[in-house]
């Protein structure tokens, strides 16, 4: 299926655009905040898991970021966040952005995803109760919520608690 926008790395000059899509897609600005505490944190960012997309007049309309977490000591990512603008939703931009991104970290050799999301959502990409797998966080969330995926067979889904990057706040 051929969709109009353009799924590529983000770069420096998409930051204001990133925050504007932040802003109109989560709650709160607090929520919206999450991306710039991630970009200041180098072991937490990882520029080629940045990802924007791009309408077909070269405006960003979605991104999102892969960032590094841990089940216990087993590296691994989160998926957070996900974000397009309110006129974009439902159209297939953050299906595209997910598919991207996952596709991105299995070419860095990675391993293991984590995301706290809609389990009506992420499912549909591989993604399954992180419960399954004795995965669990360190805070309450529904068990439905949390779910996981391994990008590599050979390497199955490790089991423990997963750790977020410092800006996550957990």
């Known amino acids: 299926m051929t969709h109009p926008w353009l799924v590529r790395a983000e770069t420096e000059a998409d930051a204001a655009a ?13 929520e919206a905040d999450l991306v710039e505490a991630l970009r200041a944190d180098p072991g937490a960012w990882f520029g080629d898991l940045a990802l924007v997309a791009e309408d077909g007049r070269g405006a960003v309309v979605g991104h999102t ?72 966080v360190g805070f309450d969330v529904p068990d439905e919520a949390l779910m996981a995926l391994t990008l590599d067979p050979q390497h199955p889904l490790p089991a423990g608690t997963v750790r977020y990057a410092a800006a996550f706040g957990v």
């Open 65 to 136: 970021v892969l960032t590094r977490c841990h089940i216990d000591a087993a590296p691994a990512l989160a998926l957070a966040p996900v974000a397009v603008l309110p006129g974009q939703q439902d159209q297939g931009v953050g299906g595209a952005l997910v598919r991207a991104a996952l596709a991105a970290a299995g070419r860095r050799g990675e391993h293991h995803v984590v995301v706290l999301g809609h389990p009506s959502y992420y499912p549909r990409f591989g993604f399954s109760r992180a419960s399954l797998y004795g995965i669990r």
């Open 18 to 30: 990133v925050r504007t899509v932040d802003l109109a897609a989560f709650p709160t600005a607090e």
